[in-house]
């Protein structure tokens, strides 16, 4: 039988974790003490609860114990998290995935039963880092937890080749929403120079220049791959 | 035959034609080879700096903008590159 999830504490990363286990197939109740955000979810969700999961008896009534695996993240209330991950093994939950918000925090979880700590702003920052480092990235804007828009020079293997003969989105899954391109010209003291020439939502027959710049939209791991090549 | 060894001014013109047709790593290897016969040309390293820009080395770029202005505190337009290539 498919496992179920729940997911306590709707903020960002807890919504995008509810979200994508959805699409997935997989069976999520959603839990947060904002009504707001349990709302929004609960469409996706097969049951949408407003309760504060720090209260046993609560989360014994919403039938917490047949859940498989529960995803804590309740932002920076450290008391809480440690709280709800407690009550959650002593409600015999076999796996519990806790956000940790530091190295103490995800100290105390592991003592008290957490199964895993994660700790995603810090895995993010680690990868925002490493992409900053990479002498190919220009720019990078997070747009959510899963998808940014990056700019990134156009690998070798691209020039000379237009974006239909590509076909990055069926390929790479990713958008090229536009091409920069360093446009010479001769100043007026007889020297070379550039200026740039940005080319918004290109066509499929333009062309790939060496040296041109591609911004491109897509999930982080399909990004990284064009950025390996 | 023999081959006529290459000059400075040669291999300048032939590297920015290159470069003006956006073949920026064909303008390296040629604004390297003229380098190596005219070391202190700071117009040498401006145009190799432009190439390395515009192939998006990046820091192979900035240290030829940088070594133009060590040889020409003057250069504006070396300056200009390198304000705008800064936190790239």
């Known amino acids: ?229 | 035959m023999k081959k006529t060894p290459a000059n400075p001014e040669d291999l300048l013109e032939t590297g920015q034609f290159y470069l003006l047709n956006q073949k920026f790593s064909e303008a390296i290897k040629k604004f390297k080879e003229a380098l190596k016969l005219k070391p202190d040309d700071p117009k040498i390293y401006f145009q190799l700096g432009l190439a390395y820009e515009g192939a998006c080395q990046i820091n192979e770029a900035k240290e030829m903008f940088r070594k133009v202005l060590e040889l020409d505190a003057g250069a504006k337009e070396a300056a200009e590159h390198l304000e705008r290539l800064a936190g790239k």
């Open chain 1, 1 to 229: 039988m498919a496992k179920k999830f729940a997911v306590i504490g709707l903020g960002r990363f807890g919504s995008a974790t509810a979200q994508a286990l959805a699409e997935k197939g997989f069976e999520v109740m959603v839990i947060d003490t904002d009504e707001n955000k349990v709302s929004a979810l609960s469409d996706i969700a097969s049951q949408s609860l407003v309760l504060d999961a720090t209260d046993s008896k609560a989360l014994k009534d919403a039938g917490i114990a047949d859940i498989d695996i529960a995803i804590v993240s309740v932002g920076q209330k450290i008391d809480s998290s440690i709280l709800i991950t407690l009550l959650l093994k002593e409600l015999g939950i076999k796996e519990v995935i806790v956000k940790a918000v530091n190295s103490l925090h995800g100290t105390i979880l592991k003592r008290i039963g957490a199964d895993r700590v994660i700790f995603p702003e810090r895995e993010v920052a680690v990868k925002l880092a490493e992409s900053f480092v990479s002498p190919k990235i220009f720019d990078y804007i997070e747009l959510s937890p899963t998808h940014s828009v990056v700019e990134i020079a156009a690998p070798k293997l691209f020039f000379g080749k237009t974006l239909k003969q590509l076909a990055l989105r069926e390929r790479y899954k990713v958008q090229v929403i536009a091409i920069k391109r360093k446009i010479p010209f001769i100043t007026e003291k007889g020297l070379p120079d550039f200026k740039e020439e940005v080319n918004i939502a290109p066509n499929a027959d333009d062309e790939i220049n060496e040296g041109d710049i591609l911004v491109l939209l897509g999930r982080y791991e399909d990004l990284e791959k064009i950025e390996r090549m």
